[in-house]
């Protein structure tokens, strides 16, 4: 008997996930890979359950859960219906490409031009036209200016946004992510893209632990301390 990893084990004539028999699995040939599948000779899985519309002999890992075959591609197990398989790539945090289209977590973005995708951070990405969130599309973006900062906020050349959606009363010019969900622009000070009432943007400065302070007071966690 032989503990694989957390999950799987294996005897001399079984394979098991979290203790339930995979009846398809073969014991002398089988291999664990990453993001949850494994394979023997005959057949692919994921989770301890067969892909039935996948070919071990031509699978192939493309990281953060992408795979594909000879014929298919894969999100964390699931065939993507639409993808073209000699073209389609991986390019991390959930996003993918191939020739036509663009995908995050294995959804196809239609409107997205899959040759020129980029992947900014953050769960941003933009082509040369659009700019999307977590393949939402963000109505009111500028590609050309748009850029991820950090801590969930990006901006363009007039625009600032938090996880997608627009902060508002918000300077793109000046404006700095201070860290710990803060930020503040020329005037205003900002927590996890929601104003902060009182703050003094010109002294603000962002502590430690969600603690900050302007010249006049002390805040945690956007909220001033009385």
């Known amino acids: 008997f032989q ?10 004539w079984k394979v098991y996930y979290r203790g339930r028999v995979i009846p398809e699995a073969s014991a002398g040939t089988f291999k664990l890979l990453e993001d949850g599948y494994s394979r023997d000779a ?34 964390f197990g699931k065939e993507i219906a639409e993808a073209n398989v000699s073209s389609f790539e991986s390019l991390g945090q959930g996003y993918a490409k191939d020739r036509w289209n663009s995908y995050y977590k294995g959804q196809k973005n239609g409107q997205q031009g ?47 946004y938090y996880r997608g959606l627009k902060v508002e009363d918000a300077t793109s010019s000046s404006f700095t992510v201070l860290g710990g969900g803060y930020a503040k622009d020329s005037w205003e000070v900002f927590y996890h893209g929601q104003k902060v009432k009182d703050a003094t943007a010109s002294s603000f400065e962002y502590l430690e632990k969600g603690y900050a302070k302007d010249r006049w007071n002390k805040y945690y966690r956007g909220e001033k301390i009385e």
């Open 3 to 12: 503990i694989l990893d957390g999950h799987y084990t294996r005897d001399a």
């Open 42 to 75: 005959w057949k692919v899985f994921h989770n301890g359950r067969v892909i039935p519309e996948a070919s071990a002999g031509t699978f192939k890992l493309l990281g953060d859960g992408y795979s594909r075959d000879a014929w298919k591609v894969f999100y």
């Open 114 to 160: 899959g040759t020129t995708v980029k992947i900014l951070g953050g769960g941003y990405a933009k082509d040369n036209w659009e700019v999307f969130y977590k393949n939402e599309k963000l109505q009111e973006a500028t590609a050309s200016s748009f850029d991820y900062i950090a801590d969930g906020y990006a901006k363009d050349r007039w625009e600032v």
